[in-house]
């Protein structure tokens, strides 16, 4: 699985229950330590840019 926090509910929740039937769960990540990380037979950190800050247009342009 991969997630960026390592955090989404949904996969850790897939997680838990590949976790339950003894699966291999191998957890591709940019924050060692999160929930899905811990949940991990295998963690792999990758790095990643912070996400991007989104534009807000006050003004249209002319």
Do not use: H, Y
């Amino acid at each position: 699985m991969a997630s960026r926090s390592g955090e989404t509910k949904s996969l850790v929740t897939k997680a838990e229950k590949a976790k339950l039937i003894n699966a291999i769960v191998k957890v591709v990540t940019t924050f060692t330590g999160s929930t899905s990380g811990r949940l991990g037979d295998v963690e792999i950190k990758i790095p990643a840019k912070p996400k991007a800050v989104p534009i807000v247009i006050t003004k249209p342009f002319n």
